[in-house]
C-alpha cells in the first residue's frame, strides 16, 4: 500500500516508502484532538445554550472549570488542525503523478468523503444525543432527530476535517497542471533555503499573516459557516488551505531531504523554534489578559488588533515548526505502540467524540475538579476509540478504507 495521504493510509510499513516521523506526528496530533475536546466541557470560557447547544462553546459544559485547561486548549487551537491539513497535503503531489486526476479523486473520495458521509449521518447521531438529553430531559429519538437537523443544522462535528482535506485534495486533482509548475518551482526554491532557517521561518509567518489575520478581522476569529454538515470555520479555510499547499510543496519529491533532511540547518534549529513557540504563546496569553483589562480600548482597535495578529500567526509559525522539527529530529526507530497508535489514528478520530460527549454527560453531576473530569474523559475516550477501532478494523471493508 502506498502512502498518499496521511488520513487514508492508515497501516505503518516503514520498508516500503512510509515516513515514520510523519506516521507519528499525524497519530500524536489525533491524541492532541482527542485532548483538546475533553478539555472543552471545563475551560472557564464554556458556556453553554439550551435553546441549540451547538450555539455553545461545546456540546457539554460542565459547572466545574480550570484555567489550566484554558491554556491547554487554546494552545492547542493556535495550531494543530494547521498543521494535521499541512501533513494531510504531503502526499498529494506522488498521489496525482501515480493515480492520475480521475483515478485519484475516486481514492479520495473512498478514503475521505464516503467515511465523511458516514460519520455525520450515524456517528455524530450517537455523539450529539447527550447533548439534546442535557437541554431536553425527556428526550425522545423522534423529537432529537428533528432537533438535530432542524435546529441544530446537522452538526459534523469533528469530520468537517475530513469533507474540508476532500475538498482541498479535489481542487488539487482538477486544477493540477496549473498547480503542478509552481508546486515544483517553489518546492525547488525550498529547498535550497535548507540552510537558511530563518529565512524560511520568516517566508511562512509571513504567509501564515496574510492567509489568517485580515479574514478573522473580516468574519471573526470563531464563526462557522456552511450548508448542513459542510460546515468551516471562515477565519481560516485560506489558512488550512495555505497549509495544504505547503505540505504538497514538502512532499513534492522526498520528503527526507532538502529542508527536511537530518543534517539540514532547518531541522538543527529545532531548538529555537521551540523556545520562539513558548515565547509567542507567552504573548499571546499576556495580550489577552491585558484585553481582559481594558487595553485593547486604551490603545485603540486597529493597533490592538495588528499586534494580536501579528503575536497569532508568530504563535502558530513556530508552534507548527517545533513540532515538525521535533519529531523529525527525535523519530529514530518504529515503536509497537506509536504503530498500533497510526493503524487506527483516523478511525479514533472519527469515533472519539461519541465517548468524549457521553463521558462528558455522565460526569456532570460528579463532584470532582474539572482536571480529574478531564482526564476520565480523555483516558476513557482514547482507550475506548483505541479498542473500537481495532474492532471495526477487523472487517475488511473498514480496514481497507479506514
Same mark, same amino acid.
Given at each position: 500500500?502506498?502512502?498518499?495521504? #496521511?488520513?487514508?493510509?492508515?497501516?505503518?510499513?516503514?520498508?516500503?516508502? =512510509?515516513?515514520?516521523?510523519? $506516521? @507519528?506526528?499525524?497519530?500524536?496530533?489525533?491524541?492532541?484532538?482527542?485532548?483538546?475536546?475533553?478539555?472543552?466541557?471545563?475551560?472557564?470560557?464554556? =458556556?453553554?445554550?439550551?435553546?441549540? *447547544?451547538?450555539?455553545?462553546?461545546?456540546?457539554?459544559?460542565?459547572?466545574?472549570?480550570?484555567?489550566?485547561?484554558?491554556?491547554?486548549?487554546?494552545?492547542?487551537?493556535?495550531?494543530?488542525?494547521?498543521?494535521?491539513?499541512? !501533513?494531510? /497535503?504531503?502526499?498529494?503531489?506522488?498521489?496525482?503523478?501515480?493515480?492520475? #486526476?480521475?483515478?485519484? !479523486?475516486?481514492?479520495?473520495?473512498?478514503?475521505?468523503?464516503?467515511?465523511?458521509?458516514? %460519520?455525520?449521518?450515524?456517528?455524530?447521531?450517537?455523539? &450529539?444525543?447527550?447533548?439534546?438529553?442535557?437541554?431536553?430531559?425527556?428526550?425522545?429519538?423522534?423529537?432529537?432527530?428533528?432537533?438535530?437537523?432542524?435546529?441544530?443544522?446537522?452538526?459534523?462535528?469533528?469530520?468537517?476535517?475530513?469533507?474540508?482535506?476532500?475538498?482541498?485534495?479535489?481542487?488539487?486533482?482538477?486544477?493540477?497542471?496549473?498547480?503542478?509548475?509552481?508546486?515544483?518551482? %517553489? +518546492?525547488?526554491?525550498?529547498?535550497?533555503?535548507?540552510?537558511?532557517?530563518?529565512?524560511?521561518?520568516?517566508?511562512?509567518?509571513?504567509?501564515?499573516?496574510?492567509? *489568517?489575520?485580515?479574514?478573522?478581522?473580516?468574519?471573526?476569529?470563531?464563526?462557522?459557516?456552511?450548508?448542513?454538515?459542510?460546515?468551516?470555520?471562515?477565519?481560516?479555510?485560506?489558512?488550512?488551505?495555505?497549509?495544504? !499547499?505547503?505540505?504538497?510543496?514538502?512532499?513534492?519529491? $522526498?520528503?527526507?531531504?532538502?529542508?527536511?533532511?537530518?543534517?539540514?540547518?532547518?531541522?538543527?534549529?529545532?531548538?529555537?523554534?521551540?523556545?520562539?513557540?513558548?515565547?509567542? @504563546?507567552?504573548?499571546?496569553? /499576556?495580550?489577552?489578559?491585558?484585553?481582559?483589562?481594558?487595553?485593547?480600548?486604551?490603545?485603540? +482597535?486597529?493597533?490592538?488588533?495588528?499586534?494580536?495578529?501579528?503575536?497569532?500567526?508568530?504563535?502558530?509559525?513556530?508552534?507548527?515548526?517545533?513540532?515538525?522539527?521535533?519529531?523529525?529530529?527525535?523519530?529514530?526507530?518504529?515503536?509497537?505502540?506509536? $504503530?498500533?497508535?497510526?493503524?487506527?489514528? &483516523?478511525?479514533?478520530?472519527?469515533?472519539?467524540?461519541?465517548?468524549?460527549?457521553?463521558?462528558? @454527560?455522565?460526569?456532570?453531576?460528579?463532584?470532582?475538579? %474539572?482536571?480529574?473530569?478531564?482526564?476520565?474523559?480523555?483516558?476513557?475516550?482514547?482507550?475506548?476509540?483505541?479498542?473500537?477501532?481495532?474492532?471495526?478494523?477487523?472487517?475488511?471493508?473498514?480496514?481497507? @478504507?479506514?
Amino acid at each position: 500500500m502506498t502512502y498518499d495521504n #496521511p488520513a487514508s493510509n492508515p497501516v505503518p510499513d516503514h520498508s516500503s516508502g =512510509r515516513v515514520l516521523w510523519v $506516521d @507519528y506526528l499525524r497519530s500524536f496530533i489525533t491524541v492532541l484532538v482527542v485532548a483538546h475536546h475533553s478539555t472543552l466541557a471545563y475551560t472557564t470560557f464554556a =458556556r453553554f445554550n439550551p435553546h441549540a *447547544y451547538i450555539l455553545s462553546t461545546h456540546p457539554i459544559i460542565d459547572s466545574k472549570r480550570w484555567t489550566g485547561l484554558d491554556i491547554f486548549e487554546n494552545f492547542n487551537d493556535v495550531f494543530f488542525m494547521a498543521l494535521m491539513f499541512l !501533513i494531510g /497535503g504531503f502526499f498529494v503531489v506522488k498521489g496525482l503523478k501515480k493515480k492520475g #486526476p480521475v483515478l485519484f !479523486i475516486r481514492d479520495r473520495f473512498y478514503r475521505l468523503f464516503l467515511p465523511f458521509v458516514v %460519520a455525520v449521518s450515524f456517528l455524530m447521531l450517537l455523539a &450529539y444525543y447527550p447533548a439534546y438529553l442535557n437541554a431536553h430531559p425527556e428526550g425522545g429519538i423522534k423529537n432529537f432527530l428533528h432537533d438535530f437537523v432542524f435546529v441544530e443544522g446537522w452538526p459534523p462535528g469533528p469530520p468537517w476535517f475530513i469533507w474540508v482535506l476532500f475538498l482541498f485534495n479535489l481542487v488539487f486533482a482538477v486544477f493540477g497542471k496549473a498547480f503542478l509548475p509552481f508546486v515544483y518551482k %517553489a +518546492e525547488n526554491k525550498l529547498q535550497m533555503l535548507a540552510d537558511h532557517p530563518v529565512k524560511v521561518a520568516m517566508v511562512i509567518y509571513i504567509i501564515i499573516w496574510l492567509l *489568517y489575520v485580515p479574514a478573522s478581522w473580516i468574519f471573526g476569529a470563531y464563526s462557522w459557516t456552511g450548508f448542513g454538515p459542510f460546515a468551516f470555520q471562515e477565519s481560516r479555510l485560506l489558512l488550512y488551505f495555505g497549509f495544504f !499547499i505547503f505540505g504538497s510543496l514538502l512532499g513534492a519529491s $522526498d520528503i527526507e531531504k532538502g529542508l527536511f533532511s537530518s543534517d539540514s540547518r532547518f531541522i538543527k534549529y529545532w531548538r529555537v523554534w521551540l523556545r520562539a513557540c513558548v515565547i509567542f @504563546y507567552m504573548l499571546l496569553l /499576556g495580550l489577552e489578559a491585558l484585553g481582559r483589562q481594558g487595553f485593547g480600548e486604551k490603545l485603540g +482597535e486597529w493597533p490592538s488588533k495588528i499586534i494580536y495578529g501579528c503575536v497569532y500567526a508568530g504563535s502558530t509559525c513556530f508552534s507548527s515548526l517545533a513540532f515538525l522539527t521535533l519529531f523529525r529530529k527525535f523519530t529514530k526507530r518504529a515503536s509497537s505502540i506509536w $504503530d498500533s497508535l497510526t493503524r487506527n489514528a &483516523y478511525c479514533i478520530y472519527l469515533v472519539h467524540y461519541i465517548f468524549v460527549l457521553w463521558c462528558q @454527560y455522565e460526569l456532570l453531576n460528579v463532584n470532582l475538579p %474539572a482536571f480529574i473530569k478531564f482526564l476520565i474523559t480523555f483516558l476513557i475516550s482514547m482507550i475506548v476509540s483505541w479498542q473500537v477501532s481495532i474492532l471495526l478494523r477487523k472487517i475488511p471493508v473498514v480496514k481497507k @478504507y479506514v
